[in-house]
C-alpha cells in the first residue's frame, strides 16, 4: 500500500515533517499556541522556522535543503520547547529531538504481497524486547524461519510506539507515529515487515488509542487531545466527542493509515476499546474501521482491525449496516477464562464467573459465555448474544500478554500446570472454530515469567505504576512476592528461549503444536469460517466437551476431557473413524507406563477417556 492508496480514498498523510517534491514540509496541530516554529538542527547549525497559521489550529510551512536525519523541536509561543506530536522517530528518547525521516529511501520488496485470508489466521503474539536476547526488529527476522517451521501465519506485535527508557511492554506509548529507538527504529520495522512479508507471513500491530503514556506526552500543551468528561485506568480520556475532536480523531486515523501505508502492516490490533469514549452520532470505531476496510479495497490487499474488550459487546464486530461498528474480529476473554478455570481450578477475581464445562461448551457454540446473564464477578447482568456472529469474527488463546502479564508475578501456565493440561490447551484453541492466537513461548511450555515492566524516569511515577498494580492484584488475593516493574531484572528475566524447543517435554510440547497446526491447515472442516454443521456435545457428569463438525465430504469429532480420574462415555457416531490425534497416546510414546491412556472398546462403543486428554476422530471416507 502506497501513496496512490493513500490518494483513491481522499486523504493526506500531512501530519508531522512529510518530503513532498524535493521539499519538507511541516504540518502540526496547536490550537492552544498563538506562534509556532520549527528549530531545526542540520549540518551542526541550529535554525528557526516560522509556521503560517490555518484554520482549525493548524500550523505549516515549507522548507528547502534539510535531510532525513536532522532533529528538529517545535517552539510553541517562543519559549515552550517540544518534540513533534506526529513524529516519525524520537532516537533521544520521548524527551529528545524529533528526527526528520524520508520514507521514500527504504526499498520494498513485497509489491506481489496480498496478505493472508481470514481462515488461514494463525497469530503469534510476541514482544520485540523479550522474544529475542537482543530485543531488536532486526533479531526477530532470525527468528521467522522458527514461526514457520512451527505453523504460524501472522504475527501480532505489542505496541512499538515510542515509549520512555528501552523497556515496557508498550502500553506507555508517548509518541504514536515513532517507532521505538531501542528497537531499531523506521528502518528496522520496515525490515521485519518486508522480510515477513517476503516469508508469506502476515504483521499485526498493536495499537493503543485509549490513552497515551504519562511520561513524554506533551500533546496537552498543542493542543485538545484530552477530556476531563471521562477517566480512564491511566488518567484523561481521549477526546473523541468533545470541542474539537473533529481534529483528534484525525490524529488518531491518520496514525492508522499510516502504519497501514508507510509501513505495509496488515491488521491493526486497537487495546481496550471500552475506554474510547465517543458518544457522537458516529463512533470514532465505526469511522475508523471504515477507512481501514477502504484502504482494503484500494490496495486489493487482506488488512484487518481487531478489537480488544471485556465488555461482550457484538456490536463492535457487527457490520453497519447491522448497526454495528464493524470491526473484522474481537479478543474473545470468555474462551479464555472458560479454559483457564477448568484446567487451573482458580476461582479469584473474574474467574468466579467461571469454572464449569457448561462455559466452556457455550463459548464453543455462542462465543460469549455472558450473554445477558448475571455475573457474580461484576455484581450485574453482563453481556450481548454473539451467537449468530461467525466464528472468524473471534480471536481465542489460553494465554496471551494480559493473562500472564497481569499475574502477579506474570507466571505461564507451563510453571504451574502439567504437559497433559497444556497439550490440552493447545488443541483446545488450535482446533477451535476461532481465530487461534499463541503468545511468544506457550508452544514449547517456556518457563520465563513475563510481568510487567518498565524503565520510567520519574520516580514519582514508577511509584505510583508500583501501588497500582498492587491494587490489580488485591482482586486476585495476590499480596506477597510481586516483582518490581522497574528493575532491570524483571525484564531481562522475561526474555525467551526458543532453544528449549528441542529437549524434553518442550520437544514433545512443540511437536504436538506443529501437529495440530498443520492439521488445522490440512482439514478444511477445521478452519471452516461459519457454524455450519458443528455440534456441541457436552457431558457435565464426565466433564467431557464433544465437537462434532461436517459437511457433504468430511466429518470430525474432538473430544476433550476436563476429567480428574479415567471416565467413560458411550461412542454416539455411527460408521468407521480413524484416530488423528490422542494427546496421552503421544505422552505415552515418551513417558511409558507413566502415562494414562484412553481406551476404546470396539464391541461396548464406548470410550475411556485419560484426565485431561484430548481426541480428533476423522470419519473414514467410504464407509457409513
Known amino acids: 500500500m502506497d501513496s496512490r492508496t493513500i490518494s483513491k480514498l481522499g486523504w493526506q498523510l500531512d501530519l508531522g515533517a512529510s518530503f513532498r517534491g524535493g521539499k519538507l514540509d511541516f504540518r502540526v496541530w496547536a490550537p492552544k499556541a498563538r506562534e509556532v516554529a520549527v528549530q531545526i538542527v542540520t549540518n551542526g547549525k541550529e535554525q528557526a522556522l516560522y509556521l503560517s497559521g490555518e484554520p482549525d489550529g493548524y500550523f505549516s510551512a515549507q522548507a528547502a535543503g534539510f535531510s532525513a536525519g536532522d532533529r528538529y523541536f517545535y517552539v510553541l509561543d517562543g519559549t515552550r520547547r517540544y518534540p513533534d ?18 520514507p521514500g529511501a527504504f526499498e520494498w520488496h513485497d509489491n506481489e504481497w496480498k496478505g493472508t485470508t481470514v481462515e488461514a489466521l494463525i497469530i503469534y503474539e510476541l514482544h520485540i524486547g523479550t522474544f529475542t536476547q537482543e530485543g531488536t526488529f532486526q533479531a526477530v527476522i532470525k527468528r521467522l524461519d522458527y514461526l514457520l517451521e512451527l505453523g504460524i501465519s501472522a504475527i501480532e506485535i505489542m505496541p512499538v510506539a515510542q515509549f520512555p527508557g528501552s523497556r515496557n511492554w508498550g502500553y506507555d506509548g508517548a509518541y504514536l507515529f515513532a517507532p521505538q529507538n531501542s528497537y531499531g527504529g523506521p528502518v528496522g520495522l520496515k525490515t521485519l515487515v518486508d522480510t515477513c512479508h517476503g516469508l508469506g507471513l502476515s504483521v499485526i500491530l498493536d495499537v493503543v488509542y485509549n490513552h497515551l503514556g504519562p511520561e513524554g506526552n506533551y500533546l496537552d500543551n498543542y493542543g485538545y487531545y484530552f477530556t476531563d468528561k471521562y477517566r480512564t485506568p491511566w488518567g484523561a480520556a481521549v477526546n473523541f466527542d468533545g470541542p474539537y475532536s473533529d481534529e483528534v480523531r484525525r490524529f488518531f486515523i491518520e496514525n492508522a493509515l499510516y502504519w497501514l501505508t508507510e509501513y505495509h502492516i496488515d491488521g491493526l490490533r486497537l487495546d481496550a476499546v471500552y475506554e474510547i469514549f465517543d458518544f457522537s452520532p458516529r463512533h470514532f470505531l465505526s469511522e475508523l474501521a471504515d ?5 482494503k479495497k484500494a490496495s486489493g490487499r487482506n488488512v484487518y482491525i481487531i478489537a480488544e474488550s471485556d465488555r461482550n459487546d457484538v456490536c463492535l464486530i457487527k457490520a453497519h449496516k447491522a ?5 473484522d474480529a474481537l479478543w474473545n476473554d470468555d474462551f479464555h477464562h472458560s479454559l483457564h478455570t477448568l484446567i487451573t481450578g482458580e476461582d479469584e477475581g473474574y474467574y468466579e464467573d467461571f469454572g464449569k464445562i457448561t462455559h466452556l461448551g457455550k463459548a464453543f457454540s455462542d462465543g460469549f459465555v455472558y450473554s445477558g446473564q448475571y455475573s457474580k464477578f461484576r455484581k450485574r447482568h453482563h453481556g450481548s448474544i454473539s451467537k449468530q456472529m461467525p466464528p472468524n469474527k473471534f480471536v481465542v488463546h489460553s494465554q496471551n500478554h494480559d493473562q500472564v502479564g497481569n499475574r502477579m508475578r506474570g507466571d505461564r501456565l507451563s510453571r504451574t500446570q502439567p504437559l497433559e493440561k497444556l497439550m490440552l490447551c493447545a488443541a483446545i484453541v488450535i482446533l477451535s472454530p476461532y481465530i487461534p492466537l499463541l503468545f511468544m513461548g506457550e508452544e514449547y511450555g ?11 524516569t520519574d520516580s514519582n ?7 497500582g498494580r498492587k491494587k490489580e492484584f488485591a482482586g486476585f488475593g495476590w499480596q506477597e512476592g510481586a516483582l518490581d516493574p522497574q528493575a532491570e531484572s524483571t525484564f531481562l528475566n522475561s526474555k525467551i528461549h526458543t532453544e528449549r524447543r528441542e529437549h524434553g517435554n518442550h520437544k514433545i510440547l512443540f511437536d504436538f503444536y506443529r501437529k495440530l497446526l ?14 455450519k454443521g458443528m455440534k456441541v456435545i457436552i457431558r457435565p457428569g464426565e466433564k467431557v466437551l464433544i465437537v462434532k463438525r461436517w459437511d457433504s465430504n468430511d466429518e470430525v469429532v474432538s473430544i476433550a476431557g476436563f476429567n480428574e480420574e479415567m471416565v467413560s462415555i458411550p461412542w454416539q457416531f455411527p460408521g468407521a473413524w480413524d484416530k488423528i490425534v490422542e494427546s496421552a497416546a503421544d505422552l505415552q510414546d515418551i513417558n511409558g507406563a507413566s502415562a494414562a491412556v484412553s481406551e476404546y472398546d470396539e464391541a461396548g462403543k464406548v470410550l475411556s477417556i485419560a484426565p485431561f ?4 476422530y476423522r470419519k473414514r471416507k467410504g464407509r457409513n
Open 85 to 102: 506530536p506526529a513524529s516519525r522517530f524520537q532516537p533521544e528518547g520521548v524527551h529528545g529531538p524529533s528526527e526528520i525521516v524520508n
Open 291 to 295: 477507512v481501514v476496510h477502504n484502504s
Open 323 to 327: 448497526g454495528g461498528y464493524g470491526m
Open 446 to 456: 517456556e518457563t520465563a515469567d513475563f510481568p510487567y515492566f518498565i524503565s520510567h
Open 461 to 467: 511515577l514508577v511509584q505510583n505504576v508500583r501501588e
Open 518 to 531: 498443520r492439521l488445522r491447515k490440512e482439514i478444511p472442516l477445521l478452519n471452516r469460517p461459519d457454524r
Open 613 to 616: 486428554s484430548f481426541f480428533l
